[in-house]
């Protein structure tokens, strides 16, 4: 499958997941927005009636006493008349009025009784000279009398407004009816949860709270009125909040969440596949490259031992020591190239199974590099390049893996000798130090250099820093993430230091196999 390929249903199917995730999240958004709005709404609407319910028990208390008061006055006047002027009892009115206030807390009514005087205003009540005068002239009175009786109710209605709010609000209001109005509303309107509430004055001094209050949740806070038609100075307010708010909007939306996890989770397994796809594309890729250009690196060393060989089968060969001497030097050179390459395939099975069988044993790390040196000089000064050495460890000794520590040095000094300048003379130089009980290996080149950016990426398996139009430089991005698996592998240590078109050191850092 093309990569284009891949990427375009990578693409299609990253949106819609996106797609189908972010529905799923304005789906919930909505529902936590309306279930909070719908809340908003009754409790606003409870505290409204429950204030109001307050106001009407208020309400029936002044009723009820100014009541007693009038009927009291009346009476007194109307004995006094009696006394005076022997008015008789046809001529007293009795007036009944019923109240009755409904709330939740089942209120009953009262009933309001007022006697009215005789200087209550009344017409003539002589009789006329048919019935339907009669008649008239009783309406008219009993007009007159409840104007009268319309009078003493604005009266009260009156001091209700003008002084009632002279009160302390512990006289006007019992708290735990207030309590039990609030709890009734709140059920009535399909509120069921904890809450707490205050009663505070106009600047927010509190006045009275709920036995159990704390102040958890507070920061959504529904304030109301307590007594509407009372003065701006004296104005009460009930203030109500709910420790469990956020659960209980969160609880109508609790069955999407599993949905959307669902979906995130299947949204990124999808991007990890697309992720493994491109990874196995690349690797599939390298691998072939791998294969094509190992099959070449292998033709060209087999021929030439395949040439040497039969050119020492050559009789005149045998009678000329220089020429069979310089013959055997071309294919020992040419077995060690082959002996790389092999080396190279083993790296590159090393890293499929992920981990490296290590034989250890004591090693002489001064004479392991003096070895190397000594054989990668023939490279070196094939490119008209010196490789010098500063073994100056006084403790040398190392417990590691003989061949793959070998190839770890040969591995730096190819990747120097690979990244050399185009121009000028190539400079190798290895060093060995004791530090901090510790062994200390230097491999320091005069060649391109390294960008700061891509430091840090040496390390990595298949990385390959970008050397401009240079096509001479073949790779597959293994050896430096070989040499720091094996250095890990011996519990060392490897750090990198370069300046771009000054140079590259590596220095390796090895435990001691015997301190000093």
Known sequence: MKKSTIWILGIIMGLSFLSLLYLQVSYIEEMVKMRREHFDESVQRSLEQACRNVELVETRKYLEADAVAIERAAQAREQALNNEAHVSNEEVVEYTQSYY???????SGFEWTM?????????STSAGKNIPQTAKTLQQIFKERMAHQRELLNEVVY???????????????NFKQLDAFLKAELIGNGIEIPYHFTVTDRDGTQMYHCPDYTSEGNENLYSRVL???DPPARMAMVNIHFPTLDSYIFSSVKFMIPSVIFTFVLLVTFIFTIYIIFRQKKLTEIKNDFINNMTHEFKTPISTISLAAQMLQDPVMAKSPTMFQHISGVINDETKRLRFQVEKVLQMSMFERQRATLKMKDVNANELIAGVVNTFALKVEKYNGTITSELEAKNPWI???????????????DNAVKYKKDEGELQLHIRTWNESGKLHISIQDNGIGIKKEDLKKIFDKFYR????????????GLGLAYVKKIIQDHKGSIRAESELNVGTKFIIVLPLLKNE
């Open 399 to 413: 417990f590691v893996d003989e061949m793959h520590f070998t190839n770890v040095v040969f591995n730096l000094l």
């Open 465 to 476: 820093v970008h050397t401009g139009n240079r096509h001479d430089v073949k790779g597959f």
């Open 101 to 107: 206030v409904t709330s939740p807390g089942g209120l």
């Open 159 to 173: 001091n209700i407004l003008y002084t009632a709010s002279d009160k302390p609000l512990k006289e006007r209001v």
């Open 115 to 123: 006697k009215v005087s005789p200087n209550v205003p009344k017409m």
């Open 227 to 229: 007594f509407k038609n």
